[in-house]
């Protein structure tokens, strides 16, 4: 049993997606296969209900409404069709869960937004670009790296013989000199 949860934990930590609360409205970005192709719908709407923490059957339920009809989705967090999850604002709630939303209509269904909440949504979300940027230069910089001692290794691999020639030139000459020098 030990190996099935280390097996589950480690597919829950590649899966890190930002932090999120009922009444956030977000961008769920998921595979669709259709026939033979696949594509990438991104749902957006307000969570009205997050189940099971950060366990592997964790859910979270996604309402929009478009044009007076109302879409609710449930997708489990750590599906492999799940690709990513954008928290596109804050808003403001009183409940764990949202249910109320279903029965009101027009304004009463709007959520006040948490503009608080929402700029530090979005610097947490420049600080993560920040930070992948900042990985890439270094990849590259390693990968810079290791080319210039590469070449440096081929260079002494090739660099030795070109010595010892040099040394043995120098050395006729070198006694050459001393010999001049003597008398």
């Known amino acids: ?12 930590k590649k ?14 970005h998921r595979r669709v296969k259709e026939g033979n192709k ?4 991104i749902i957006e709407g307000t969570i ?41 604002k804050r808003q403001k709630t009183r409940q764990a869960k949202l249910y109320y939303l279903r029965k009101s209509k027009g304004k009463k269904s709007k959520l006040r937004e948490n503009i608080e909440g929402t700029k530090r949504v979005k610097e947490q979300e420049e600080k993560r670009k920040a930070e992948k940027a900042k990985a890439a230069e270094e990849k590259k910089a390693e ?24 040394v043995e030139k120098e ?9 001049t020098e003597t008398k």
Do not use: C, W
Not at 65 to 84: D, F
């Open 48 to 88: 009205i209900a997050h189940k099971h923490g950060n366990q592997p059957g964790a859910t979270i339920t996604v309402r929009r409404v478009t044009l007076g009809v109302a879409v609710e989705l449930v997708l489990p967090l750590y599906s492999p069709h799940t690709e990513k999850i954008k928290v596109v």
């Open 171 to 179: 050395k006729p000459e070198e006694t050459a000199e001393k010999e």
């Open 15 to 28: 899966n890190s997606y930002p932090e999120f609360r009922v009444g956030d409205v977000v961008r769920v």
């Open 143 to 166: 990968k810079a790296k290791e080319k210039a001692q590469k070449e440096k290794e081929e260079k002494l691999e090739e660099a030795p013989e070109s010595d010892n020639i040099k």
């Open 1 to 12: 049993m030990n190996s099935v949860f280390s097996i589950t934990q480690e597919k829950l």
């Open 38 to 41: 696949e594509r990438v719908q």
